[in-house]
C-alpha cells in the first residue's frame, strides 16, 4: 500500500505559534489559565493541561493569574474585561486572526456595515464580531443568507473566517453582491487553509482511499473532510489509527492522509504507522 501524506497535513503555523507561547507561559508563570481549550484537540487539549494551564469557563478574580488568549482569539469586551479583573494578559491570536479584526474594524470606521462568512458560534468569528461597534451579519451557508436584511444594506464588507471553504464563500458572495450596491469583499481564508484546501481537491481523485485525521469537534477537518468526500466516497474521518477499518482498504493500492491544523503529528505518525503494519511491505 503507497501512503501518500499531505504536505500541509497536521498543525499550522497558528496552532503551532499559540502552543509554544502556552507552554512557555506556564514554565515561567503561575496561575495560568484560558478561557476553552486551546484548539480542538483532546491530544493537545491533554498536553496543555498538563503543563499546568488551567480551562475555565469565565472570568473572575485575576489578580495573581496570567490569562493566555487562544489562537482563535477573542472578543474586545473579554480582553478589556481580563485586564480589569487583574488578569497579566498573554495574547496568542494567531496574527492572521488579527488581521481580519484590522479589516473588519477599518471598513466599520469607514462605514460598512461588517458582514462575516462563517460559523456564527466559532469562538474566532465571536472573536471578530466582537471587535465591532456595530452588530455584524453572519452567514455560514447559502441557503442561511438573510435577504430581508441583506437587501436593506448600502454599504457592506465582507470578511471570511480563516479556515471556510472557498467555494462557500464565494457561493454566498455571488448572491449577497446582487443586492449590496457599495460592497467590498476580502477573503481572509489563511494561507495554511488554502493550502490544505487546494490539497485536498487533487488528492482524493489521485488515492483510492482519503484517511482525514483530526477530532470529531474540529470545524476545519470537518470541511477537509467533506471536500474529500465531495470527490472520493471512500473517504473517512478519525481521530485516532484505532478507528481505521481494514474492510476500506479493499482493492486500493494507494491512500491518501491528511489532518486538520489542530491534530498533532504524533497522531499522524500513529495512524501512518497502523496503515502500514495493516499493509506491510515484503
Ligand atoms: S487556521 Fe489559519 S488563522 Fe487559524 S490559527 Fe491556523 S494559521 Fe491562524
Not at 479584526?101 to 466599520?108: N, P, S, V, Y
Not at 461588517?114 to 465591532?132: F, M, R, T
Not at 453582491?177 to 485536498?200: G, L, S, W
Amino acid at each position: 500500500m503507497k501512503i501518500n501524506l499531505a504536505k500541509s497535513a497536521g498543525f499550522c503555523f497558528g496552532v503551532k505559534r499559540a502552543i509554544t507561547i502556552a507552554e512557555k507561559t506556564a514554565k515561567t508563570k503561575k496561575s495560568v489559565v484560558m478561557l476553552g481549550d486551546i484548539v480542538h484537540n483532546e491530544e493537545v487539549v491533554k498536553q496543555i493541561r498538563k503543563s499546568g494551564i488551567k480551562k475555565i469557563s469565565r472570568l473572575s478574580n485575576g489578580r495573581g493569574k496570567t490569562l493566555i488568549i487562544r489562537a482563535h482569539g477573542c472578543s474586545k469586551v473579554i480582553f478589556s474585561q481580563a485586564l480589569k479583573l487583574g488578569y497579566g494578559v498573554i495574547d496568542a491570536t494567531c496574527p492572521m486572526v488579527k488581521e481580519i479584526h484590522k479589516i473588519a474594524k477599518r471598513f466599520e470606521s469607514e462605514g460598512y456595515r461588517i458582514i462575516v462568512i462563517g460559523d456564527k458560534l466559532h469562538d474566532e468569528v465571536q472573536g471578530i464580531i466582537g471587535q465591532l461597534n456595530s452588530e455584524a451579519i453572519v452567514i455560514d451557508k447559502l441557503k442561511n443568507i438573510p435577504l430581508a436584511k441583506v437587501s436593506k444594506i448600502k454599504r457592506a464588507a465582507i470578511v471570511t473566517q480563516s479556515t471556510q471553504n472557498l467555494d462557500n464563500v464565494l457561493k454566498i458572495f455571488n448572491v449577497i453582491r446582487k443586492y449590496i450596491p457599495d460592497i467590498k469583499f476580502h477573503n481572509t481564508i489563511c494561507n495554511p487553509t488554502r493550502a490544505k484546501q487546494n490539497e485536498v481537491k487533487t488528492m482524493p481523485k489521485e488515492n483510492d482511499v482519503m484517511i482525514i485525521i483530526g477530532s470529531k469537534t474540529s470545524a476545519n477537518t470537518k470541511r477537509i473532510y467533506e471536500i474529500s468526500k465531495s470527490l472520493n466516497k471512500k473517504s473517512y474521518w478519525i481521530n485516532s489509527g484505532k478507528e481505521i477499518k481494514i474492510g476500506w482498504f479493499k482493492n486500493a493500492s494507494c491512500v491518501g492522509v491528511t489532518a486538520g491544523a489542530s491534530t498533532p503529528k504524533s497522531t499522524i505518525n500513529r495512524v501512518i504507522h497502523q496503515i502500514g503494519r495493516l499493509f506491510p511491505v515484503n
